[in-house]
């Protein structure tokens, strides 16, 4: 029988919560990996409370202190490597060399950078910028941080919104998705552990239709950050909006992978797998619209349709698979329908378009070349193991593709010329335009996009700017009653 657990965690422990019982199942087999009940919208209102109380005291620690508790809590999960890893992999259904090797160090990575961060919060100087005044700059946590997080990297989301947070000295209310919360649950414990203050970091484990828009809505809440799609990022932004609260958003993307003609066509072939296949293509910056010069087009199509039949397909425990299972057997249906729209709208399947015959929500690695820019393919997200392709006539053309969608978080450039390399960098419209390469991250630069991407970063010092307020303290220097500038609110009576 499945272990049960508590999917709440508030003040520093877990907590029972009158919600309906809910299961955790493992998309790999359908396994139950554990059951608990549901937050409510009363354990919301509980948990914005203990967040609430527990500000004042974190957020005015010293940088130093509050540096410690993040720095123990880095090493902490450094111990609790394979349980995390083991959490993930069965929730998530994802490869487990994806999760040993990425997932896990990553954010521990990250919450080490943070940890560090804390003491090194830059600001203004503090000078006269009138003759009579000196002006000089807090920057002051927040307050109360609202943050939503998505079923595709549910560990490294939480980092990704908690950490940054906690360094500015917020306190932070988050709401995992229902179906992935283990490792979320598994951070709070360990930030427990490493000597955060009750209250600092609390987990309501609910469903997004109720506690999340609670959540969203929540009026003693100061910022509400989210990660996950667009159009859900939309009425997050609609509910936070009700109380005029700031809002930070990852949302959707549909990332071009663009390659010249003079590229090389063997990396840029590699590149393409590898970054359309990250997670089973559950990734917003995975490469998804492969748009290519045309004279290396038929032989990009050939050599990636080539190398993604060659991917391992199976169960996620065997460290020889390379693509684990889509998150639900709904989702797989989402795929697999666009996939079948698209062969309607002139797409020609190369390799894979199907899934295999194994136990749970599993999808073939997918290669559609000549898709039309008007399908709904090539402009919607598809978030599987699917990369589309079709060409381009020169550099113009392909800027131009490139930029023909809504979304804007990341894209990618292959060329050999440094010209055509500083052209794409400045005219792709991307919150991250990499060259040469597909999808790596490193804690010190930002993450976010433009337009329906979302705003607002994620990972490095850039993070802060969504966590902290910026207050202006000006000082009379002069000692003198009657002030110069008051002749022009009254005279001398």
């Not at 684990?324 to 729209?341: E, N």
Request: net charge negative; hydrophobic share 45%.
């Amino acid at each position: 029988m499945a272990e049960t657990v508590s999917g709440t965690y508030v003040g520093g422990r877990p907590v029972a919560t009158g919600g309906e019982p809910f299961a955790v199942i493992n998309p790999a087999n359908g396994a139950v990996v554990t059951e608990y009940a549901l937050a409510t919208p009363a354990d919301v209102d509980a948990a914005v409370t203990s967040a609430r109380s527990a500000v004042g005291e974190w957020s005015t620690a010293t940088p130093a202190d509050r540096s410690a508790v993040l720095a123990k809590l880095a090493a902490l999960a450094g111990a609790a490597a394979d349980e995390l890893v083991a959490e993930e992999v069965s929730q998530t259904g994802k490869p487990v060399r994806l999760a040993r090797e990425f997932d896990v160090p990553g954010s521990v990575d990250n919450i080490d950078f943070f940890a560090g961060a804390a003491r090194h919060l830059e600001g203004k100087a503090t000078a006269e910028y009138s003759p009579d005044h000196t002006s000089s700059i807090r920057r002051e946590a927040i307050g109360v941080v609202a943050t939503i997080t998505p079923w595709n990297y549910p560990l490294q989301m939480a980092v990704w919104k908690v950490l940054p947070a906690l360094a500015a000295g917020c306190s932070v209310v988050i709401k995992p998705a229902e179906i992935t919360p283990l490792t979320t649950l598994t951070l709070a414990r360990l930030a427990t552990e490493a000597g955060l203050p009750d209250g600092v970091l609390n987990v309501v484990t609910g469903a997004g239709h109720d506690v999340g828009t609670a959540l969203a809505g929540h009026a003693d809440v100061d910022l509400v950050t989210f990660t996950g799609s667009t159009p859900v990022g939309r009425k997050v932004m609609a509910a936070a909006a009700t109380h005029g609260h700031r809002t930070q958003l990852e949302l959707g993307g549909k990332a071009p992978f663009v390659v010249f003609d003079d590229a090389d066509l063997d990396a840029a072939i590699q590149g393409a797998v590898a970054a359309s296949l990250i997670n089973t293509g559950q990734d917003c910056t995975a490469a998804t619209r492969a748009i290519v010069a045309r004279s290396l087009y038929d032989d990009f199509v050939a050599g990636v349709g080539e190398l993604m039949a060659k991917i391992v397909v199976g169960d996620p425990q065997d460290p020889d698979t390379d693509l684990g299972p889509l998150i639900t057997m709904a989702h797989r249906d989402k795929v697999a329908g666009m996939v079948s729209r698209a062969t309607g709208e002139g797409g020609r399947i190369v390799t894979g378009g199907s899934a295999p015959d194994l136990p749970g929500s599993f999808y073939r690695p997918t290669l559609i070349a000549d898709v039309d820019e008007r399908s709904e393919i090539y402009r919607d997200e598809v978030f599987g193991p699917v990369l589309v392709a079709r060409p381009f006539t020169d550099d113009d053309d392909a800027i131009r593709q490139a930029n023909d969608t809504q979304y804007g978080l990341a894209a990618s450039a292959w060329t050999r010329d440094v010209y055509r390399a500083q052209r794409a960098s400045r005219e792709i419209h991307a919150g991250c335009v990499w060259i040469n390469d597909h999808i790596p991250i490193i804690s010190e630069m930002p993450h976010g996009g433009v337009g329906a991407s979302g705003f607002g970063k994620d990972m490095s010092d850039y993070s802060f700017e969504e966590y902290l307020t910026i207050k202006h303290v000006m000082s009379d220097i002069t000692a003198v009653a009657e002030k110069d500038w008051h002749r022009i609110i009254f005279s001398k009576r």
